[in-house]
């Protein structure tokens, strides 16, 4: 018992020690919102872009740690993030999220992705959990019904992965440069679950439940790969595969946010059926993807392993 309290310590210190490097090293005082960019040095590039998501993750990081300790720093710092991400992020006359602003909180680049308008719902959602903000669950709603009017596919189902300001159709669909230019992913589907889940917590419609089940069911019958086991990442709209890759770290989180939807959800079946398929992407991962010194390799194509142009060096996630 005395090793379970001593590793809470050492876990609650390396928290405290995480933040307080956010607040101390990241807030951009001159600008506003936080700075865009730190290089390897710890050197602050105060004229880098501004990301919606990196914000958004922000608001979501200390509106969760305020919640659960009730310190009063990190209230001061989601409020700091979520003032900014509603004064310079969203859009007031189509609504939405932009992706990214400059320095001084111009937008420059207005394209709309799905996974941008997740992350808001996820943040917003925590901040209403932590301050009682009826202001960000009015907005998180909002964002929720964006995304089901406009990037619903009612034809196959699913959800496409991005827009332009004006909810037109967009040529160039990616996330970032490193993806495949398609119109649908996992990673766009697993980060619209995820914010669903932490919406219906302070939101239990209807609606919201039913988009829940939808998106898990997506996951068991779309996504997963019926014959390895492990997701797909990418897909046409009628979700053919078009994607070789295995995502380890995707495989672990995805079990686990299936397997939290369904309980938040309180679908006593779809439990059952989510914990099969979540726990046979854990045994996947720790005997597919595990090394021996116990990292986790991040990929694998065709039976080999992906590896990164630094001197052959296996990538892995820590």
């Known amino acids: ?64 740690a305020y919640r659960i300790t009730k310190q009063k720093k990190y209230k001061e710092i989601a409020d700091l993030a979520y003032n900014y991400l509603i004064n310079k992020f969203w859009d007031k006359i189509d609504g939405g999220f932009v992706w990214a602003v400059d320095y001084k909180g111009n937008v420059i680049s ?43 596919d009612s034809k196959s189902c699913g959800y496409i992965e991005a827009l332009k300001r004006n909810w037109s159709p967009l040529d160039d669909m990616r996330l970032s440069d490193k993806d495949a230019n398609l119109p649908k992913s996992m990673n766009t589907h697993l980060h619209i679950l995820e914010p669903y889940t932490n919406l219906y917590r302070i939101w239990p419609d209807r609606q919201l439940k039913d988009s829940i089940k939808s998106i898990i069911n997506i996951f068991q019958n779309n996504i997963i790969d019926a014959q390895t086991g492990h997701y797909n990442l990418f897909f046409e709209m009628d979700w053919t595969v078009k994607s070789q890759v295995i995502s380890y770290g995707h495989d672990i989180e995805g079990a686990w946010l299936m397997h939290e939807a ?57």
């Open 262 to 318: 369904a309980e938040v959800i309180g679908e006593t079946k779809l439990i059952e059926e989510v914990r099969q398929t979540s726990l046979n992407l854990v045994d996947l991962t720790l005997s597919e993807g595990l090394d021996k010194d116990g990292s986790l390799f991040n990929e694998k194509k065709e039976s080999t392993w992906t590896q990164i142009n630094t001197g052959g060096l296996k990538q892995k996630l820590w």
């Open 110 to 152: 207005n394209r709309k992705q799905a996974y941008a308008q997740g992350f808001g719902i996820y943040a917003l959602a925590e901040y209403k959990r932590a301050t009682g903000s009826d202001q960000a669950l009015e907005y998180a709603r909002q964002l929720y019904y964006i995304i089901e009017s406009k990037y619903w």
């Open 1 to 64: 018992m005395s090793d379970i309290f001593s590793l809470v310590g050492e876990m609650q210190l390396e928290l405290n020690r995480l933040l307080d490097y956010w607040i101390n090293e990241t807030v951009d005082a001159k600008n506003g919102g936080f700075v865009g960019r730190i290089d390897s040095l710890g050197k602050r590039d105060e004229t880098a872009a501004k990301g919606v998501v990196l914000n958004a993750r922000i608001l979501w990081t200390f509106a969760s």
